[in-house]
Each structure stands twice: as C-alpha cells, then as structure tokens.
C-alpha cells in the first residue's frame, strides 16, 4: 500500500514554530520585494545596496551571540527581545527621512532578523523527535519560502492601495502579530508539559 501520508513532508511538531517562521517571512518579504522601490519613491535609490549591506552585517555580526545567548539564557530572552528590536526597525522604516535613518533601519532590522530565524529554527528542531530534525528543518523553511510567496503578493496590495510607508507601518503590525503567535506556541508547549 503506497498511501499518501502528509506527515511523510512535514514534522507536525514543527508546525508552530514554523508557522512562526513564515509571519517573520512576510515581514522580510517587504525587504526582498519592495524595499528598492521604496527607496526610489524617498529619493534614496542610491542608498538601497547599502541597506541590504547594512542589514547582512549585522545579521552576521550577531550569530555568534545569538547562538552562546540561546545556549546561555533560552529562546524567550532571545526571541522577545529580537522582536522588540525587529519591530522598532520597521517603525524606523516607515518613516524614515534621511539617508542616515534609512542606513540605520537596515541595521536594526538585520539584528531582529539575525535573532528570529535562528532562534525560530532551532525551536522547531528541538520540537521534533531527534530522528525527524532534518524534516522538521525542512518543514521550517517550507513556511518561510510559502510567507515571502504570501507576503510578496499581499503586501503588494497593500502598497498599491495605499503607499510603502503604510505597508513598512502594516509589517510592524505583523511583528506584533508574531509576538502573540509566539507568545501562544510557547505557552501551550508549557502548559502540555505541565499536564
């Protein structure tokens, strides 16, 4: 019998946290998708490389803490406050004014982010029995690959019904939406535990 089982694609212990992993993934799907066109609209355009080079600079300058942090203190001091700083650079994006500013978002987003997906990953691992890690990992990234699919297209409604600043200000929103999503998946885990 070669029926089709779905939990042969996904880890379904995995699936919150991944769900988690694909609401950052419509946030950095802004990014990806518009962020030039933003910066044209500003007057910035010049400055939209040095953004993505900004934003990857302090990704990689933060693994290395992130990851002695995670070991160190757990997820929720790392993930809360990667949100905190995540949501502050989407602030800062919507309403940036001048090259310095718009450098700086790029920053702050690129140490939220360079916090989240780790942290998200590592989670969604840890949920899954040891022999399905790698299913779980790859459950991961489907919802994050399937969040810039969603966010790309919504997002771009979004911007077309009103502007770019508005959308950068809907993602801020969205982080917040991530921080109760998390909030949720980490409280029921305890309280199975408890049980």
Excluded: H
């Amino acid at each position: 019998n070669t029926s089709f089982n779905w939990k042969e694609l996904v880890e379904p212990n995995a699936l919150p946290i991944a769900l988690c992993g694909g609401v950052l993934s419509i946030v950095y799907s802004s990014l990806l998708a518009f962020l030039p066109l933003y910066a044209k609209k500003i007057g910035m355009m010049d400055m939209a490389s040095y953004f993505f080079a900004v934003y990857a600079l302090a990704i990689v300058l933060s693994r290395p803490f992130i990851g002695r942090l995670f070991d160190r203190m757990g997820a929720g001091l790392i993930v809360y406050s990667s949100l905190v700083v995540y949501f502050i650079g989407m602030i800062v994006l919507s309403r940036v004014n001048t090259p310095l500013e718009f450098l700086l978002s790029g920053a702050v987003i690129g140490l939220g982010f360079g916090g989240l997906n780790p942290s998200f990953q590592t989670l969604a691992v840890l949920a899954a029995p040891t022999n399905r890690s790698g299913l779980a990992t790859s459950t991961y990234f489907l919802s994050m690959d399937i969040g810039v699919g969603i966010g790309s297209f919504a997002l771009g409604i979004v911007a077309a019904a009103t502007d770019y600043r508005m959308m950068y200000l809907v993602c801020s929103g969205l982080v917040i939406l991530l921080t109760v999503l998390f909030y949720s998946t980490i409280s029921r885990k305890q309280k199975m535990k408890g049980n």
